[in-house]
């Protein structure tokens, strides 16, 4: 006896698109789908949900062979992004591709934007954030945002606005972002000056937990020394992970450390760093070495006038130095913008773009690279557990 022929099957059904899976509705959920069909009889329920899950495993389901989309803001000359891409050398060690995409990224200094483009090969957004969203500037889709907001107003040498700047507040410009974009994560980077100055952190943190869809907040303090970089820079790092995918950010562990009996690598030194770049600053064969400060020295006691001490790390580079970078170990001189990318941990083949000074501010305002893979790499491990869970899903 002949069967019925049943209906032809959808080619866009999930059960049509590999591995079948399980998603499970709630309650209240079909109720209203059943009442949506009863008012468009048109509307059957798995066409609703098929568009629905089609939407959401757009942003959220990261499959192994993709590749993790990034949206980059105040990105500066691209210290963090480098760190993300991976794919550099640095004192012989090779930091590998962790599979990152920077699909966006965005600063107002122009030099630094010159550098990013130039080494990247990839155009940045020169222009203020705000301004940028506000005219109706767009984000691309993304699985992940990652910014150093601005941060001399936070920090120890500089005035100590924090929120009371306009600047100060560039982190309300992030949120914006997160919240157009719907990341699964997101990485705030800034000085570790913000732990100190009464509850400022903890009020970013909140604005952070006020975005929707919601994100677990937290904060993690790390040593730049403590991951290879030749330099005691101490940075704060804020991370959002979305409270509806239920899985976790675990920082990076320290792979150096100062105790010479600990079982890990010792801190590298600054002398390690840039040793074989001395009597090379007169010369264009090392990109940026013959560009250095000529100011005097003004005495030990102000800031930027001490040489730093060849067997330990340099001191944090600093961004809003005027002049007063701090001088070799050697004494005659101050250090040179290469010097100073090699203390945070830039390889040579990064040009820095335009003068002396400027230079130097793109390197100070950067995120160490080095620190920023080790972090990436954490990052990596985090949507590899997303992508483990049984469940992409629960509505």
């Given at each position: 006896m002949l069967k019925r022929k049943?209906?032809?099957?959808?080619?866009?059904?999930?059960?049509?698109?590999?591995?079948?899976?399980?998603?499970?509705i709630k309650e209240d959920l079909i109720r209203r789908l059943d009442a949506l069909n009863t008012i468009n009889p048109t509307l059957s329920k798995s066409l609703v949900v098929n568009e629905a899950l089609g939407e959401y495993l757009d942003k959220l389901q990261i499959p192994s062979d993709e590749r993790i989309k990034i949206v980059s803001l105040f990105s500066g000359c691209g210290g963090m992004d480098l760190g993300f891409r991976g794919n550099f050398t640095y004192l012989g060690n090779k930091y590998?591709?962790?599979?990152?995409?920077?699909?966006?990224?965005?600063?107002?200094?122009?030099?630094?934007?010159?550098?990013?483009?130039?080494?990247?090969?990839?155009?940045?957004?020169?222009?203020?954030?705000?301004?940028?969203?506000?005219?109706?500037?767009?984000?691309?889709?993304?699985?992940?945002?990652?910014?150093?907001?601005?941060?001399?107003?936070?920090?120890?040498?500089?005035?100590?606005?924090?929120?009371?700047?306009?600047?100060?507040?560039?982190?309300?410009?992030?949120?914006?972002?997160?919240?157009?974009?719907?990341?699964?994560?997101?990485?705030?980077?800034?000085?570790?000056?913000?732990t100190n100055m009464g509850d400022v952190l903890e009020k970013i943190k909140n604005d952070f937990s006020q975005l929707s869809p919601e994100y677990e907040i937290d904060h993690f303090l790390l040593m730049a020394a403590d991951f290879g970089v030749p330099q005691t820079r101490e940075r704060v790092f804020i991370v959002g992970t979305r409270k509806d995918l239920k899985?976790?950010?675990?920082?990076?562990?320290?792979?150096?450390?100062?105790?010479?009996?600990?079982?890990?690598?010792?801190?590298?030194?600054?002398?390690?760093?840039?040793?074989?770049?001395?009597?090379?600053?007169?010369?264009?064969?090392?990109?940026?070495?013959?560009?250095?400060?000529?100011?005097?020295?003004?005495?030990?006691?102000?800031?930027?006038?001490?040489?730093?001490?060849?067997?330990?790390?340099?001191?944090?580079?600093?961004?809003?130095?005027?002049?007063?970078?701090?001088?070799?170990?050697?004494?005659?001189?101050?250090?040179?913008?290469?010097?100073?990318?090699?203390?945070?941990?830039?390889?040579?083949?990064?040009?820095?773009?335009?003068?002396?000074?400027?230079a130097y501010v793109q390197v100070g305002n950067a995120v160490p690279p080095v620190l920023a893979w080790h972090i990436a790499k954490q990052v990596k491990d985090y949507f590899e557990r997303l992508n483990k869970k049984d469940k992409y899903l629960l509505i």
């Open positions: 049943g209906p032809t099957p959808n080619p866009l059904s999930i059960s049509n698109q590999g591995a079948r899976q399980t998603f499970y590998e591709d962790l599979g990152f995409d920077i699909v966006f990224a965005n600063d107002i200094f122009k030099e630094a934007c010159l550098t990013y483009e130039r080494y990247f090969e990839h155009y940045p957004v020169t222009q203020d954030i705000k301004e940028y969203l506000d005219f109706g500037g767009q984000i691309p889709k993304c699985h992940l945002v990652i910014g150093g907001f601005p941060c001399q107003d936070f920090s120890v040498s500089g005035k100590r606005k924090g929120l009371n700047s306009e600047r100060g507040r560039l982190y309300e410009q992030m949120k914006r972002v997160i919240e157009i974009a719907k990341p699964c994560i997101f990485i705030a980077e800034n000085v570790k000056g913000l899985v976790s950010f675990y920082p990076p562990t320290p792979t150096h450390a100062a105790d010479q009996y600990d079982s890990r690598k010792p801190w590298v030194t600054a002398k390690q760093a840039i040793d074989d770049l001395w009597g090379l600053e007169t010369t264009d064969k090392i990109p940026n070495q013959n560009q250095f400060s000529k100011a005097r020295n003004y005495g030990e006691h102000l800031q930027g006038n001490k040489p730093i001490k060849p067997d330990f790390p340099s001191p944090t580079i600093r961004a809003e130095h005027h002049g007063n970078i701090e001088f070799h170990y050697n004494n005659s001189r101050r250090l040179t913008v290469r010097e100073c990318a090699r203390l945070q941990s830039f390889p040579d083949d990064f040009v820095f773009y335009g003068s002396g000074s400027r």
